[in-house]
């Protein structure tokens, strides 16, 4: 049995398709857990740290799959190829800009069409916006906590009528901020009260415009957990 945390689990829900390419794979437990779970039949680990990319290597020759996991070192999604044919696209454990960056910059890999299941730490407004400006349509999301963390997981299918996100869809996630669950409130609670901290030890003189950016956030914020129909 492969050892998958909850977090990652939950990721391979969304997988799709024959084909799947995990960028940022530090270990490669991800495509190995969809592969013994018959998820999929072959997939790309890509890596683009040599220790990790090592990691991934060994852990694929233990679990016999080097004939179905295909581990490459490179830089997002330079380590995918037009004839992987990859039907899904994982990305998780990294910032939403970071995602956002290793996305547009691949954009020509994504000729397939896959799909895309994206778990961010932070910011996944950039991650959202970033998929309206791709041609991608956020299908589903989620959230989950996992010792002490709260992330998010946003999974989006290419799309022919692109996806229009209002700031607060994108900030707050249209499914998530249907659904407003405990888990979601607890995060922007969470988010408010850091903000509120930041916002303790500017200077309205010197930080005028972090101050704006915060206190924009803040009323956003106010607004979505306030009012449960929104
Ligand atoms: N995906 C795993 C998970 O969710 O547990 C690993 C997350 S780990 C925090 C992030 C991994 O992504 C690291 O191994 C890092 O080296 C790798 N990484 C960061 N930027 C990358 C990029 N541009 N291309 C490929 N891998 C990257």
Redesign the pocket.
Known sequence: MIPL?Q??KQVSQYIKGDTLA??????AY?PLYALEQNLIQRAIA????EG?YKSSQRNVANYHATHEIDVRL???LTVVQPEDQVSTIT????GGP?IAK?LTEGQAKLASQPRLVL?SNIQTKTLRQCLQQLNYRIVSEDILEEKGHIYEIVVADYATTPMTLSETEAMFGPYLMKDKTDLFYKKWEHEQQALLKIKQNLDPTRHKERLQQINHQLTLIDEVIRNENQ
């Open positions: 945390n977090r990652l995990d960028i940022g794979s530090d270990h991800l890509g890596e683009v740290i990790p490179g830089d997002g990305i998780c454990g990294m970071l290793i778990q």
